[in-house]
């Protein structure tokens, strides 16, 4: 009978650990699990159990795997981890060593999606001083989105029914997969180099945070905010948000509502252009009515200042002085009047008496004064009629009826030869006139 032999604990376990160092199965191994009891440990490393519903196995991830961590772990998460399967030598038990770990599901891209959120939004990414105005009348309308999908078809219906006068230029892009964010960000940077479009609309239709999840990358975000063209952001539906809507210059529900914004309804424009014409119409018919007014004020105004106004102004206000001065005129002769009858009545009553005596000596000096006035007067006529003979005598008019002449030169009166010379033109005044002659020679006498 062979001798058994037995094993020491300590070679046991050895043993195992040799066998979980060297299983390439357990190296790289990926579990799915929900956390329990975790805690973290002063130095930064995470412990804790993960665990399904039949079984559970310890877990320890060092600082420098836990840094790297997207969230905060806590007990009851769901988490995807990678790690290796190694067995504790001293106390007999196994435990993984994890790598990496992230939520399950949506959770590890929604934490990215935050992640990068506040990364854009702290660099000043979502500032509204970066945002550009939408156009108001866009001539062309540029569309990054996939050529297939349902996004471009109610692109073009929505802006083939508001505002057909918009030409679409369609840029094709990936809007899912591993190659969207680069499409994306390409044509978008093809949009700006072209410097055709007047406004972008980036964007595909619905689906889910994956399908999305091209327009949350980082390279798609600097694109968008680098673009010299406005952009609108249309992602998925009314309650998906991503990266690019916060970035863009303005974010629509849906590529429909991109549309929408982009363009300008035609009707609101015709009634724009009615209710524009009904007020032009009336600003004018205002401004007529008001040059019309002034019109007539400044021909009111220039027929008052008219010379024939004025005259007739004058005329009656003359008229009215006129009528004034004799009515005061007349008031002044009724209140002379009975005043000089008060006085007439205060008088002495032999004033009469008076007056006929002044009036009887004023005759008898009239009578005594007449025959000294007649003298006086017989007196100086015969002194005038002597003057008159006199001034007979020595009349230069009379002297020419004897043939005698007055000449002048210049109006000068000619008293000797000096007074002239040769050419001048001399005037000569006879008895009934004026004779006009030319100086032909000039003598002295004796010469």
Known sequence: MNEEKYLTVSALNRYIKYKFQYDDNLKNILLSGEISNFKRHSRGHFYFTLKDEYSQISAIMFKTSADKVLFEPKDGDKVYVKGSIQSYEQGGTYQIYVSEMKLSGIGDLYLKFEKLKKELEEAGLFNPEYKKPIPKYPNVIGVITSPTGAAIHDIITTTSRRYPLAKLVLYPALVQGENAKESIANQIRKANMDSICDVLIVGRGGGSLEDLWAFNEKIVAMAIFDSKIPIISAVGHEVDFSISDFVADKRAATPTAAAEIATPNVIDIRNNILEFIRLMSKNINNLLTDKKVKLINLDDRLEKASPIQRITDNKNNLNILDKRLNLAFNNIIEKNKKNIF??????????????????????????????????ILDNKENRYKVSLSHLEAINPIKIMDRGFSVVSNKEKIVKKVSDVKKNDLISIRVNDGNISANVVEVYKNGE
């Open 342 to 375: 008060n006085l007439y009545s205060k008088l002495n009553p032999n004033l009469e008496l008076i007056i006929k005596d002044k009036l009887n000596h004023l005759n008898l000096l009239n009578s005594k004064l007449n025959p000294s006035i007649k003298s």
